[in-house]
């Protein structure tokens, strides 16, 4: 069962109200997410509880302290990313995920603000 992960979007939501973020173009996305090798140096230097707050979505079947437990990833690891957060949107929508799918349009609506 994948389910919205709350800790995540206040951190998203955080990071937003502060500024950090990069106001990009949807097909950024492709070019500015974490390769899986930047994801494995981030979770060796600071940990699973850090980690799981870059993904808005935890899936629930996966073994805790398993990287794939987490989906939706919408940032750097040191900013939010407007392209991460419309690819997290979209396919929340498309999987029907409405719970995360509401929630990334929030934070959405906050970036479109800042523009």
């Not at 492709?30 to 060796?44: G, M, Q, T, V, Y």
């Not at 079947?61 to 991460?84: A, I, L």
């Amino acid at each position: 069962m994948l389910k919205l992960n709350k800790q995540a979007l206040e951190h998203a939501k955080k990071l937003v109200k502060e500024k950090q973020v990069v106001l990009d173009d949807r097909d950024a996305w492709s070019r500015d997410r974490p390769s899986a090798e930047k994801e494995n140096r981030f979770l060796e230097e600071y940990g699973l509880a850090e980690y799981q707050k870059w993904y808005l979505g935890v899936d629930e079947s996966q073994n805790e302290g398993n990287k794939s437990r987490y989906k939706f990833p919408y940032g750097d690891f040191e900013k939010v990313h407007r392209c991460g957060v419309l690819s997290a949107e979209s396919r929340a929508g498309q999987y029907k995920y409405n719970d995360i799918e509401l929630a990334v349009a929030h934070v959405h609506g906050m970036l479109d603000e800042l523009a």
